[in-house]
């Protein structure tokens, strides 16, 4: 079975440093996508970054990058010189069969400033 | 600006009374979601469609039900809304392909209350 997982419910971290939320997924297939919403309090998810995993090279946009690791079935993001703005809930997610996404459970990311 | 739309944003209804949610959308997408989400919890799906072929959750409650008139409509419609039915409803667009393949986009949600 398809299935994603996020093992940290929450995360804090201070202001300005740098911060992993982790995902791990499991998957048969060999050319897919992954990607990381972001999930602000009463406000519109969107995508924060997606990777393709037929390429090596870890995506990066902006403070968000990933470590994609294809054999450890691993993708987990990490943000630079956390800022306020950045507290919210975050969600990996994975394309499953039919368009659909298989979503993990969530981290929410705690600002402390 | 391409977008999804939802309205109404907020919505209060009675226990029991029916209930519709539309979502309208101006990125062409072939394929449009309803999803329910309850506080803090990742997004459930409801069902999708893939242009006008229906595909419904297996354990979406028969209290769901859905319409997609055109390629830019999806309305969401709960027949006898329950206490439980409460959350926040998101639609979401996608389409199966070029380089934005399979990223969904997602509306502000509707945030229903039943009371």
């Known amino acids: 079975a398809q299935t994603v997982t996020q093992s940290q419910p929450e995360m804090s971290v201070q202001e300005a440093e740098t911060v992993t939320l982790s995902c791990t997924y499991d998957t048969s297939e060999s050319d897919y996508y992954l990607f990381w919403y972001k999930q602000p309090p009463s406000r519109q998810m969107i995508l924060v970054i997606r990777q393709e995993a037929y390429k090596q090279q870890n995506a990066t946009e902006n403070r968000f990058s990933v470590n994609f690791q294809k054999a450890a079935k691993s993708f987990s993001l990490k943000i630079s010189d956390s800022q306020l703005g950045d507290a919210a809930m975050y969600f990996c997610?994975?394309?499953?069969?039919?368009?659909?996404?298989?979503w993990g459970a969530g981290t929410k990311l705690i600002i402390k400033p | 600006d391409a977008m999804v739309i939802q309205n109404p944003r907020y919505q209060v209804t009675q226990f029991g009374k029916p209930v519709t949610l539309s979502c309208s959308q101006t990125l062409n997408h072939n394929v449009m979601y309803w999803y329910q989400q309850k506080s803090s919890q990742a997004p459930k799906l409801l069902f999708h469609y893939y242009d006008k072929d229906f595909n419904n959750e297996a354990d979406t409650p028969d209290n769901f039900q859905s319409r997609r008139p055109n390629t830019s409509f999806c309305f969401l419609d709960i027949r006898s809304p329950g206490l439980g039915d409460a959350a926040m409803y998101l639609c979401?667009?996608?389409?199966?392909?070029?380089?934005?393949?399979?990223?969904?986009?997602f509306g502000p949600g509707t945030r229903l209350t039943v009371l």
């Open positions: 997610a994975y394309p499953g069969l039919g368009s659909q996404l298989i």
């Open positions: 979401a667009t996608s389409r199966p392909t070029g380089p934005s393949r399979d990223e969904q986009f």
